[in-house]
């Protein structure tokens, strides 16, 4: 379900490494409701790469997958987006910013392809020790300027709506939250460039950009661009990655997730499929609680897996269940 | 080892699984329908030897042609103000096609792409800026709406500007006869952006 919801494995592993040992092909279908109507979905994987169908279609791309089915997991991993490498939290937000906006897909993608040639002109002119065409390094620099503002414009647009939301969530998850919750984007673009709009961010990144240049060409790859930006979240003050409990740091990441559906929720009018994995044995049963009725109140179709169903603190008659065992699914 | 000539059948196949799109099955497939149908191994050899023979590059416009200059550069009626660039030949033909263009071309044979290698020196830049250095009006820059196509035509037009000649770029947005409701959203988003007085 986690592969069909996000086209990515559970485990981050590579598409080759989700496929059984000795087959040629793996995959997954799925039947959804969407608009009151059943859709069919399926992913294979072959060592060539990942196929989706819908109704046994190609979509013309992942813009029509995604629009399709929506799923937001938590994860125990989930935990390094507060506290671990900023390629994790890049992620969260570039995903999340996508699944409020569809056109960011299109935008990311410009501005990857433009740093890709540009690291190429980097790393050849260093590799032969030729200086690189002026005019050349100037239009790979204007293109990932003009995508790299709006990436950063996305993002920052996305943190804008999400913080409330994060807050509301946050605080009910942590009974005893000690100050206001705030996102934090750190990166190439000052502050002031990100609360004026896009020209503004444009100009502060062109600006970042022009100065780097002598570094850039010194080491061969681009060091100035959305690609190494960060984001923080800071509670009453505080960074949570520094100062952050390992029981904040969990909290923390949960509402992130949460707060993930409650925002496509109140845009969309859909409320994604929540996928957890065993999160219950990572929180105290008075959050466990309350998370619990969080998910109820969102009306969202939700999907648990634990080892202890004491853990899960729901009146039986609330949910569902299947026994897994040796990977067979039975009725409970 | 043996230096025996390959089988014939086999060396077909190879050919044709060189050719884009075109995989070893599909390439069995064909192998086996031209050798299964009358005629058609010995026209298409004779179309290929005539392509060979007389196939090449415009020397004005880089068009492939079968005559030199090929017959839009020969061709009196059309004017010889302003040139449309393209990329590869088929981008030629699709303008062409549509007869709304009457002017000159002039074919770049890529984009520029340092992931793969091609700088301005690997496209026929140098030919266009003499071609606008002998007297033009107006560059059409009709590369691909793509990351390379757009960065070519932003290459060129800091190259050409300076000249003194007219550059513009053609538009893009909703095609002509498309429905909005199937149109992609970064189309649409980069329509609205362009968007203009009526």
């Given amino acids: 379900m986690y592969l069909l919801g996000t086209l990515k494995s559970f485990r981050r592993a590579r598409g080759p490494d989700m496929i059984l040992k000795g087959a040629e092909v793996a995959s997954v279908k799925g039947r959804l409701v969407a608009g009151g109507l059943p859709r069919d979905c399926a992913v294979s994987l072959t060592k060539k790469g990942l196929q989706f169908k819908i109704d046994g279609k190609s979509p013309r791309g992942l813009p029509d997958w995604f629009a399709l089915i929506k799923a937001v997991a938590f994860v125990p991993s989930d935990l390094r987006m507060v506290d671990g490498p900023p390629d994790l939290r890049r992620e969260f937000l570039d995903r999340a910013a996508f699944t409020l906006d569809p056109t960011f897909l299109g935008i990311a993608r410009e501005y990857r392809v433009a740093l890709k040639q540009k690291n190429a002109l980097l790393r050849d002119s260093k590799r032969m020790g030729r200086p690189i065409d002026p005019t050349m390094l100037e239009i790979w620099n204007d293109k990932l300027v003009r995508a790299g503002a709006q990436v950063v414009h996305r993002r920052t647009e996305f943190l804008r709506q999400f913080a409330p939301v994060f807050r509301e969530v946050h605080k009910g998850i942590t009974a005893a939250a000690k100050g206001r919750a705030e996102f934090r984007y750190r990166g190439c673009v000052g502050t002031e460039a990100l609360a004026d709009g896009i020209s503004s961010i444009e100009a502060a990144l062109g600006t970042k950009v022009a100065a780097a240049a002598a570094q850039e060409a010194r080491r061969g790859f681009c060091v100035a661009g959305p690609h190494r930006d960060d984001w923080e979240l800071r509670v009453g003050g505080e960074p949570l990655r520094s100062f952050g409990s390992q029981g904040q740091v969990r909290s923390a990441a949960l509402s992130m997730r949460i707060g993930q559906m409650v925002l496509a929720k109140r845009v969309s009018g859909v409320c994604p499929l929540f996928l957890l994995d065993d999160v219950s044995s990572e929180l105290d049963p008075h959050r466990n609680a309350h998370l619990m009725s969080l998910l109820l109140d969102l009306e969202a179709q939700v999907l648990i897996t634990t080892t202890h169903r004491d853990n899960l603190r729901l009146d039986a008659g609330a949910y569902k269940s299947w026994n897994v065992r040796t990977g067979t699914l039975s009725p409970d | ?198």
């Fill in chain 2, 1 to 198: 080892m043996s230096d025996s000539a390959p089988d014939p059948l086999e060396a077909l196949v190879h050919h044709l699984s060189r050719l884009p799109g075109i995989g070893s099955k599909t390439a069995t497939r064909l192998a086996y329908h031209i050798v299964r149908t009358d005629g058609l191994a010995g026209d298409l050899s004779d179309s290929l030897a005539a392509v060979r023979e007389g196939v090449g590059r415009c020397s004005i416009c880089f068009n492939v042609a079968s005559s030199d200059p090929c017959p839009i550069c020969a061709d009196p009626k059309r004017g010889d103000d302003i040139v449309c660039v393209v990329e590869r030949t088929p981008d030629l033909q699709a303008i062409d096609r549509a007869g709304a263009f009457r002017g000159r071309f002039h074919v770049l044979e890529g984009t520029l792409s340092p992931l793969d290698g091609i700088g301005p020196d690997d496209l026929r830049i140098k030919e266009l800026i003499a071609r606008v250095a002998g007297g033009l009006d107006e560059v059409i820059l009709a590369t691909n709406p793509t990351v390379e196509g757009d960065a070519t035509s932003l290459y060129l037009a800091r190259l050409l500007k300076p000249l003194g000649v007219k550059v513009t770029r053609i538009a893009r947005g909703v095609s002509v006869g498309a429905e909005l409701e199937y149109t992609d959203a970064s189309t649409i988003s980069r329509a609205l952006q362009e968007r203009r007085e009526i």
